[in-house]
């Protein structure tokens, strides 16, 4: 299954931000299981970075960076994604729809989000960590 991570799930792992931190750690975990691709865009590494590089400086931070894009996959943010987000009169939010048409060019299944609102426009499910894994992960209490 492919699925996409938002920004905040990146931020909340980089800065071990609790409590969320739990299950978006178990989330970004799923780069290691073969049934899942997970993807992120280079907005969402670029904003993850901003946050980390703020809380730890830049050397943690660029190390960080280095260990999470060894095992995501990157989604482009062309200029298509830019023209269909222009296009589409239901997004109110630039950064969010070129994250949401970055994940369906990519052909994600699920976009994983802590701020579902944000998505409302999405024909694609968007679920939280914890809805993700209740959902989609065998064995998650």
Known sequence: MRIFLDANILVTVLCNEY????YCSRVLSLCDNQKF???????????????TEKKNGTDLALKKMKLLCDKLK???????????TTANRLIHDFEDG?????????RCKCIITQDKDDFYFSLIEVLNPEEFLLK??????
């Not at 409590?19 to 739990?22: I, N, R």
């Not at 070129?98 to 990519?106: M, N």
């Open 74 to 84: 990157v989604a482009a943010v062309d200029e298509a994604a830019v023209k269909k």
């Open 37 to 51: 691709d997970v993807y992120t865009s280079p907005i969402c590494l670029a904003i993850a970075f901003y946050f």
């Open 136 to 141: 989609h992960v065998k064995g998650v209490k």
């Open 98 to 106: 070129l994250q949401y048409y970055a994940a369906v060019d990519a």
């Open 19 to 22: 409590p969320q931190f739990t």
